[in-house]
């Protein structure tokens, strides 16, 4: 290379001691500049299949496609919503054959360890679990944080189980506002019995009891605080009451605590009609006491559906379900009209400013509303 030379700054007494060199650049056209995107580093994008395939495949148990079928129901594009009621609506007569339960309890109570020690022991009954694990969301990507599949080591390599981390996005007691559609999917491609687990305890919980059968809340012994500090706001609507991590030490203390939830119990009205809430005692260190809550679940169920109890629960769900997707879908077209996205800012200021009150701010949002 005849024109290359050496750069400003090296020795010329020393030319032999730096290896930089400048070389002339030459120009070519109509490729790439190395400043524009590599697109090798793009994310391909997949094609997502006709609504068919996804039906067929997820009746066949197909996992891949199950996963991406709940991610389809969960977007919130208008177009991937419409795909994905059109699959639930051609799914729909595949589903509501499982026993759900939901799981919630204090932060520290175990829940994700229980609920791996429960589902290999379903798993070894012959039974198919799919786990819908509501984590917190990150404010800032919107994903999940705790990542509850990556806690479930054993279960998540069971055939027999699935396991769905899903984003809580804010929403009281991390109940997801696509977890319903999801529990179809899984139910209709073959899983019979489907957990649904919650971020943590609270007031809010009660969202889950109005999409399972079976409610179980997971406490710690030390039963006189946590009665003081639940009082019997959540107490009143679980099924089974679980004092976990009954094993060593623990265990005597775990004994204790569950006598005493059954003494509170005996003055609370029970959740389900024709049902004796209980405490029960268990270890999923040991195993101890598994088996005998999912006798309970099992005992639940038959006596439920004999009497018509457990048909009719599902039925007001369903109730409950249409009302709350109307609140949403109001809720969402309300703030996303353009006229109150535009009057809302000052309208918010002057309710600030003590210049208006609430009632005549709404009241004004609403005629921007109606007048579209």
């Known amino acids: 290379m005849g024109d290359d030379r050496k750069p400003e700054w090296t020795d010329p007494n020393r030319p032999d001691a730096f290896s930089s060199i400048i070389r002339k650049g030459s120009e070519q056209r109509n490729k790439l500049s190395g400043f524009q995107k590599n697109i090798r580093f793009q994310k391909k994008?997949?094609?997502e299949p006709p609504v068919d395939i996804f039906a067929e495949g997820v009746l066949a148990g197909d996992r891949s496609l199950l996963a991406r079928a709940i991610t389809l129901v969960e977007s919130n594009s208008d177009h991937h919503f419409k795909r994905g009621q059109e699959l639930l609506q051609r799914l729909l007569p595949h589903t509501g054959k499982s026993i759900r339960i939901g799981i919630t309890g204090v932060p520290g109570a175990g829940k994700s360890t229980f609920i791996e020690a429960f589902g290999l022991y379903l798993c070894s009954l012959g039974h198919h679990v799919a786990v819908l694990a509501i984590d917190p969301s990150s404010s800032l990507s919107g994903g999940s944080i705790l990542g509850d599949k990556t806690r479930m080591e054993q279960l998540s390599r069971n055939p027999r189980a699935f396991i769905r981390p899903s984003p809580s996005e804010g929403k009281l007691g991390g109940v997801h506002r696509k977890t319903r559609e999801s529990m179809l999917l899984c139910e209709a491609a073959g899983f019979d019995v489907i957990l649904v687990e919650t971020v943590g305890v609270g007031q809010s919980e009660v969202m889950i009891r109005d999409m399972v059968d079976f409610f179980m809340l997971l406490v710690l012994t030390g039963a006189g605080d946590e009665l003081q500090g639940m009082k019997k706001g959540i107490?009143?609507?679980a099924d089974a009451i679980i004092v976990h991590k009954a094993d060593g030490a623990n265990q005597k203390k775990a004994l204790k605590t569950m006598h005493e939830y059954n003494r509170v119990l005996h003055f609370l009205q029970p959740a389900t009609k024709g049902?004796?809430?209980r405490a029960y005692a268990c270890s999923s260190l040991t195993g101890d006491g598994i088996k005998?809550?999912?006798k309970t679940i099992e005992a639940f169920t038959n006596k439920g559906k004999t009497s018509g109890?457990?048909?009719?629960r599902r039925k007001v769900q369903a109730r409950e379900w249409l009302y709350s997707m109307v609140a949403d879908q109001l809720h969402f077209q309300f703030f996303h009209h353009p006229e109150v996205k535009t009057q809302l800012p000052k309208l918010e200021n002057e309710?600030?400013?003590g210049e208006k009150t609430v009632a005549t701010a709404v009241d004004l949002l609403f005629?921007?509303?109606y007048n579209r």
């Open 309 to 312: 109890v457990f048909e009719e």
């Open 367 to 369: 005629k921007a509303f």
């Open 275 to 277: 049902w004796t809430t």
């Open 351 to 353: 309710v600030m400013a």
């Open 235 to 237: 107490m009143e609507l």
């Open 292 to 294: 005998d809550v999912w």
């Open 45 to 47: 994008k997949t094609d």
